[in-house]
């Protein structure tokens, strides 16, 4: 708040292995507790909380869990969960309306964190999903190792690109929201 950001994005808490009986239920109370308090100081602060999905099983990791904690969506790790980015958009719908979504790409093996059309996501198809949810959010890039490789004489250059890049989605986004 004191920076003017109007939303933040948080993790949400992961500490024990997901996969083990018993611990789903434990991580959804324990994360459901956790934003509970959390919620009232970002009202008091004038911002918004965004849950990130996050991890390969987590209790973000799927549409429905999603659903259940979800005010923000991860292109890149939608990708590494053996999710459709598109069809989870539609799934989440109306949670993601106005919320915060990360915009990287992957290989779908790792979370390289890269620019869009760098890796395996369908960007058409994740554009024309934010468009039929009447998506009204940011578009966030979580893509900083892209500029990790460059020689800082070239990060300006690197910084453009990147903005061509998300100004390129953003029109793809509005064809569709035109055309649908």
């Known amino acids: 708040a004191y920076l003017g950001a109007p939303m933040i994005v948080v993790h949400p808490c992961t500490h024990l292995d997901y996969a083990v ?3 789903p ?4 109370e324990y994360n459901l507790n956790f934003y509970k308090k959390l919620i009232p100081v ?10 990130e999905n996050i991890g390969r ?4 990791s799927t549409p429905e869990r999603l659903n259940m904690l979800y005010d923000t969506f991860d292109v890149g790790h939608c ?21 915060c979504t990360h915009v990287h790409d992957n290989n779908g093996d790792r979370d390289t964190h890269t620019l869009p059309y760098y890796g395996k996501v369908e960007w ?12 009204a959010g940011d578009l966030n890039y979580e ?6 490789g460059l ?3 070239l990060y300006a250059e690197g910084l453009a690109y990147q903005a061509t890049i998300g100004k390129y989605l953003i029109g793809r986004f509005e064809y569709y929201k035109n055309n649908k």
């Open 21 to 23: 009986e018993g611990n």
């Open 25 to 28: 239920e434990i991580l959804f």
């Open 42 to 51: 970002a009202r008091e602060c004038g911002i918004k909380l965004a849950i």
């Open 57 to 60: 099983v987590s209790v973000t």
């Open 79 to 99: 990708l590494l969960q053996g999710v459709d980015p598109a069809e989870a958009i539609r799934a989440i719908g109306h949670r993601l309306v106005d919320g």
């Open 124 to 135: 058409e198809s994740v554009m024309k999903a934010l468009a039929d949810i009447d998506y």
């Open 143 to 148: 893509a900083s190792p892209f500029l990790a």
């Open 151 to 153: 020689p800082i004489d």
